[in-house]
């Protein structure tokens, strides 16, 4: 089998295959202390990454440029390699039903050029299960190789969040797992170099570790959605009731909003489909949570429809500042903005301009149908709505805000995200909402 000495003295190569918001950090931190090659079919994207442009901006141009890895998108590659991390998406169809499809096709890859005593460790988000039933069966045919004997495989579920430069991967435990004591001490010896480590006690139980990370937020940020519609049918400011819950010691903090992304939103449909496909359990509260959550951006269009009718206004011009689905990224998978629009647009018979200059313009037309704008220039609407939390909209003061309103029109401010202060924003003549 591999030993890690071999990668440690660059006898033998990693490859990384998928160069996306997970694969490509990884990468140019694993090619600090190894022989990196990362793959990825999109030849476009290969070619930026040659000249040095990184389109998901998480990593930085300098780092880009001092990085010895090379960029390759022919998946011959994969055969000069004996440690294969495969970090592609994985996402849910239209019916919210995990698409295991991207993976599949990825191991296809890999198995057609693999090589004999190779280690795959699986990055990807997945529900219990699958590297071992899915996966190794498709890397057995395409290979002729056998799991256990001629190869091994392994489990280190990305930790990536979009954006952050705190939280990086060199800084946030690295959860690994290997499908025999062997393969996992290669994979934590690898992983050790880059970040801490926590080895899991099986593949099946890091790939759970995984999708509960996730599962858990999106039900505590449901539990908070729902408690800012109750409390707004009440009269109460969802935000002062949890600051004085939160001077409690053990209350956890979470804060409403949409609940967009290729993660929270995502993730825990791979485990209730497992639960319910193949255990004949329904997993209620998980359930429930994702159906708030997915109806967010309805409540949030009505709330907005309402109050501008309630000023006079029943199909007002709007702006919306942002489209990602979080702050300060040009990822707009599935983003619940977006789902804000359309419901604006088609259900409340509005007008919605939108500025985010984050977003890909061509990529959104092509996602979304949505015609983002150049720029604020000249804007003169009846409302604004900040939807994204970008530090060119949080630095906006109610100055700035105002000069986007017709001075005629009801001057309605839509703080989504809870970024300004509700006192500043109506001294300066402008009627604030917030969730």
Not at 33 to 62: M, P
Not at 165 to 186: L, N, P, R
Not at 302 to 321: K, Y
Not at 420 to 429: R, S, V
Request: glycine share 6%.
């Amino acid at each position: 089998m591999l030993q890690f000495t071999d990668l440690q003295s660059k006898k033998e190569k990693i490859c990384v295959v998928g160069l996306g918001y997970v694969g490509l950090p990884l990468s140019v931190l694993l090619a600090k202390h190894f022989d990196v090659a990362g793959l990825d079919v999109d030849t476009k994207k290969i070619e930026e990454l040659k000249k040095g442009i990184d389109r998901t901006g998480e990593v930085d141009a300098a780092n880009l440029a001092a990085s010895t890895m090379t960029f390759n998108s022919d998946p011959a590659v994969i055969a000069q390699s004996k440690f294969i991390i495969v970090a592609v998406p994985t996402p849910v169809d239209e019916n919210t039903v995990p698409d295991l499809s991207i993976v599949e096709r990825a191991t296809e890859m890999v198995g057609k050029y693999m090589v004999n005593d190779s280690v795959v460790v699986y990055e990807s988000t997945v529900y219990p299960g699958v590297t071992q039933d899915v996966c190794v069966p498709i890397l057995e045919k395409e290979s002729n190789l056998v799991a256990g004997s001629d190869f091994k495989v392994g489990y280190s579920p990305e930790r990536v969040n979009p954006g952050d430069k705190e939280h990086t991967i060199d800084k946030v435990v690295k959860v690994v797992s290997g499908m025999d004591d062997e393969s996992a001490d290669v994979i934590e010896k690898v992983y050790g170099t880059i970040a801490p480590t926590f080895r899991a006690a099986s593949i099946r139980a890091a790939e759970a570790a995984k999708v509960i990370e996730n599962t858990q937020r999106d039900v505590n940020i449901a539990l908070v959605n729902e408690l800012a519609v109750i409390f707004n049918k009440m009269g109460i400011s969802v935000y002062d009731v949890l600051e004085a819950a939160g001077t409690k010691w053990n209350f956890l903090h979470f804060q409403p909003g949409l609940v967009g992304g290729h993660c929270i939103g995502v993730d825990p449909y791979y485990l209730t489909h497992a639960a319910t496909q193949f255990y004949g359990y329904r997993p209620d509260v998980i359930l429930s949570g994702r159906k708030i959550n997915d109806d967010m951006h309805n409540i949030v269009a009505r709330s907005i429809h309402t109050l501008c009718a309630q000023r006079g206004v029943e199909s007002p011009t709007l702006v919306m500042l942002g489209v990602t689905f979080k702050e300060n990224i040009p990822d707009v998978r599935n983003s619940k903005v977006a789902g804000l629009y359309k419901a604006l647009t088609e259900k409340h018979g509005c007008t919605v301009l939108v500025y985010d200059p984050h977003a890909d313009k061509a990529e959104v037309k092509h996602e979304y149908g949505i015609d983002l704008i150049d720029s604020l220039d000249d804007v003169t609407v009846d409302g604004c709505i900040v939807a994204v939390k970008h530090t060119e909209f949080a630095q906006m003061n109610a100055e700035a805000l105002l000069q986007l309103l017709q001075k005629s029109g009801p001057r309605l401010l839509f703080d989504v995200k809870h970024i300004y202060n509700k006192d500043d924003i109506e001294q300066a003549g402008l009627t604030y909402w917030s969730l």
